[in-house]
């Protein structure tokens, strides 16, 4: 069965420094996306980044890019310049591919709570 | 745009009540998804529904059940309810099913 593991359940970070969210997952599977989500306290989750399983590179946006590891099956978020709007809970995420009568399936790590100290 | 929107925002019932929630897509969305998100952990996935039709679940007691409709919107319902089925309800939403999904606020169930 595919797992997600966010090992980190807080992390700080000082305002405008740099921070990196790990994350690992275990699949036998060749073709997935990876997610990382963005929860701020009582607001809606929203996507921050998402990653092809069968691209090499390394998906960036803004200030946020990921280091992903397909062989070591690790999928960590950078967030750079790091600002008080960035606190949040972070959310790593997979989805299956796609599987038997066009089904998918998604799974959600524990999260790292993101403080940023001003 | 509207985003995604889900009814009611909170909600609480009692052991062995039924509950259903709602959920209206984006307009355009085609897919819709449901998450139990219980306090401290991440979201676990329910279902997944694409054209009316289910194309995911998770690992869900039939208690859990939900169905989409011709425009759309979903419903999830929950039978025979839990202390333990407490928790944010999220629906997602994406234009077909293997797009980008947009979650709504959630629906936070308190079962006494």
């Known amino acids: 069965a595919q797992t997600v593991t966010q090992s980190q359940p807080e992390m700080s970070v000082q305002e405008a420094e740099t921070v990196t969210l790990s994350c690992t997952y275990d699949t036998s599977e060749s073709d997935y996306y990876l997610f990382w989500y963005k929860q701020p306290p009582s607001r809606q989750m929203i996507l921050v980044i998402r990653q092809e399983a069968y691209k090499q590179q390394n998906a960036t946006e803004n200030r946020f890019s990921v280091n992903f590891q397909k062989a070591a099956k690790s999928f960590s978020l950078k967030i750079s310049d790091s600002q008080l709007g960035d606190a949040a809970m972070y959310f790593c995420a997979y989805r299956s591919p796609e599987g038997t009568s066009g089904t998918y399936k998604y799974i959600f790590g524990t999260g790292t709570r993101l403080k940023v100290l001003a | 745009d509207a985003g995604v929107t889900q009814s009611p925002t909170h909600l609480i019932k009692t052991r062995g009540q039924q509950v259903t929630l709602r959920c209206s897509p984006i307009?355009?969305?085609?897919?819709v998804s449901w998450y139990q998100q219980v306090l401290g952990q991440g979201p676990q996935f329910i279902f997944q529904?694409?054209?009316?039709?289910?194309?995911g679940r998770g690992n869900f007691p039939d208690r859990f059940s939900a169905r989409q409709f011709p425009n759309y919107s979903s419903e999830l319902n929950v039978n025979a309810l839990l202390l333990g089925d407490s928790a944010l309800y999220l629906c997602?939403?994406?234009?077909?099913?293997?797009?980008?999904?947009?979650f709504g606020p959630g629906t936070r169930l308190t079962v006494l």
């Open positions: 997602a939403s994406s234009p077909v099913i293997y797009n980008e999904q947009f």
């Open positions: 529904y694409y054209e009316k039709e289910e194309r």
């Open positions: 307009s355009g969305h085609k897919s």
